[in-house]
């Protein structure tokens, strides 16, 4: 029942291929579950030879359902962290003039390749990654209130100081860069250390 409900949690944001291979793994993992009471109700009528065809069927489609699990999770990246790889360098980068924020609770700005979310609070800029770690939503579309980000996709909330999750779908926080003012610049960087996959996704010819 929980991995259920987590199933159809994630399923209920998916669209398209991703929606039907969904689909496809819980009516497959539901098919399993029949086939296996079939398979006792048989046993306990004395036919195990219908018992263990049943049972073997069942191992057959819970096979089937574990491959798309698997498909969904690392080729399609359903409940995945969207974030996983947007690394700023850990030198301190440029990333917009001071007066960006002027009047406004929060702007985006492209750091290299990462998009990065910068919000006036109270006085003190924040950065935090741009793209919601539960479906990549843009969070400069959504919401600031309260000292909280809320995605515009499926309104999970995040704390600006910490990016913690406060209120889902989202489970994964918000990744926090460091942040200060130089010359009327906005500068950021990574605050902690990555690991090898993420600062290097592909390796190298001489690997």
Not at 74 to 99: H, N, Q
Request: hydrophobic share 40%.
């Amino acid at each position: 029942m929980p991995a259920t409900l987590t199933g159809a949690s994630d399923w209920t944001d998916t669209l398209g291929a991703e929606r039907r291979i969904g689909a496809v793994h819980a009516v497959s993992n539901y098919a399993a579950i029949a086939a296996y009471l079939a398979s006792w109700t048989a046993r306990r009528r004395g036919r195990h030879g219908v018992g263990i065809g049943l049972s073997a069927a069942g191992a057959g489609l819970l096979g089937v359902s574990g491959w798309l699990g698997g498909h969904l999770s690392y080729a399609a990246g359903v409940g995945v962290d969207t974030t996983a790889f947007s690394t700023l360098p850990s030198d301190w980068t440029d990333a917009a003039p001071e007066t960006a924020l002027t009047g406004k609770e929060m702007v985006a700005v492209l750091v290299g390749t990462v998009s990065v979310l910068l919000v006036n609070r109270s006085g003190t800029v924040v950065a935090l990654s741009n793209r919601c770690t539960h479906r990549g939503a843009p969070l400069n579309d959504g919401s600031f209130h309260d000292g909280c980000i809320e995605c515009p996709w499926h309104g999970s909330r995040f704390r600006v100081a910490d990016g913690q999750v406060l209120r889902g779908p989202a489970t994964r926080p918000q990744q926090v860069y460091e942040t200060r003012v130089r010359d009327g610049r906005i500068q950021v960087r990574q605050q902690d250390e990555q690991r090898t996959l993420r600062t290097n996704p592909v390796a190298s010819g001489n690997d």
